[in-house]
């Protein structure tokens, strides 16, 4: 048995823990809000049998074994160094971290401290994502990837009437990019590395934080083009096009349906079955670490998360978006 707390009581923790507890060696132990009030009510929702308010009593706790971090993106490292530090695995919401400088400072404190840390990316857990990797092959040279996520944010409509939330607000290292560009970006890090250089471009809100965006980045015989946006709607899906053929996928965020278009004009579907919550893949990732001893996720690997992040950096130099959490862990 593992014994979780949580920080966040949002949907995606409530998410989460539905996912979670389909794998056995699962246990809700705790919960951590800063409000007592929102603790406990959110530990009647959930089952779970104690509760924190207090981040440093949450670490120093006997009876946790791992945690799972979903507050907003500029609180990731601090929690997680803090709980690594008292030796807690720790599984953190994507974007890992605010920047470069964050990641690396969480890396060194997993070796400091031999425990486990692992993006939460659901995307390259998913079976389908999986199915890609292992067809990729079929469709020849690849020449270039494109995926989009946008997603209209409900919370735009509040910032339009002059109201910023969380995912609008700086402070919070949001906006379009960290929020929704990383499902399009990390995938990209898992099926072909590092690239050679990008240019991005993004749609600057009043708040400082990005709407939407894009970025192209160079693989030398391949590119990618990657788009992003919480102020509009896409319905495209991804592909990965090849000299013999193109991968398509549904949702690059959750891939349910992917086929194979030949240049022949064959088709073939690749899909395979899900039958667990997108959630229960990375959780499952996440636990058979701690089980078997293991110190990094095969494919949500520190490397990949630290690459991931390198490209967001980098676009958000070139577009001029700056957070806060940028001038600590300096």
């Not at 605010?98 to 998913?126: F, G, P, Q, Y």
Request: net charge negative.
């Amino acid at each position: 048995m593992i014994r979780f707390a949580t920080i966040g009581t949002n949907w995606i923790t409530e998410a989460f823990i539905r996912a979670a507890k389909q794998v056995p060696s699962f246990h809700l132990q705790a919960v951590y809000s800063r409000q007592k009030e929102t603790a406990d009510a959110f530990a009647e929702k959930t089952g779970a049998t104690q509760t924190f308010t207090n981040l440093h009593e949450l670490a120093a706790s006997d009876d946790i074994d791992a945690v799972y971090i979903a507050s907003p993106n500029a609180f990731h490292a601090e929690q997680a160094i803090v709980l690594m530090n008292h030796g807690k695995h720790v599984i953190c919401e994507k974007p890992l971290a605010s920047n470069v400088k964050e990641v690396k400072a969480m890396i060194e404190t997993v070796r400091k401290n031999d425990v486990v840390l692992m993006e939460a990316m659901k995307t390259t857990c998913l079976p389908n994502f999986q199915a890609i990797q292992h067809h990729l092959p079929k469709i020849g040279r690849i020449r270039r990837y494109v995926a989009s996520y946008c997603q209209y944010s409900s919370r735009y409509d509040a910032f339009k009437q002059g109201t910023i939330t969380n995912a609008f607000h700086p402070a919070f290292s949001s906006g379009a990019l960290m929020d929704l560009g990383v499902y399009c970006l990390y995938p990209l890090v898992v099926l072909f590395g590092e690239p050679k250089s990008i240019q991005a471009h993004s749609v600057r809100l009043s708040s400082g934080v990005d709407g939407e965006g894009s970025i192209i980045l160079d693989y030398g015989e391949m590119d990618a083009v990657v788009m992003y946006s919480k102020i509009a709607n896409s319905y495209t899906p991804a592909e990965i096009q090849g000299e013999e053929g193109t991968i398509v996928i549904d949702t690059i965020h959750t891939p349910t349906r992917v086929h194979i278009h030949y240049r022949d004009g064959r088709t073939e579907d690749i899909s395979v079955p899900q039958p667990h919550e997108p959630m229960y893949y990375e959780a499952l990732e996440f636990m058979t670490l701690i089980e078997r001893g293991e110190k990094e996720s095969t494919i949500n690997s520190h490397a990949r998360s630290l690459v991931t992040m390198k490209i967001m950096e980098e676009a958000r130099k070139q577009t001029g978006i700056v957070f806060p959490a940028d001038e600590r862990f300096a």
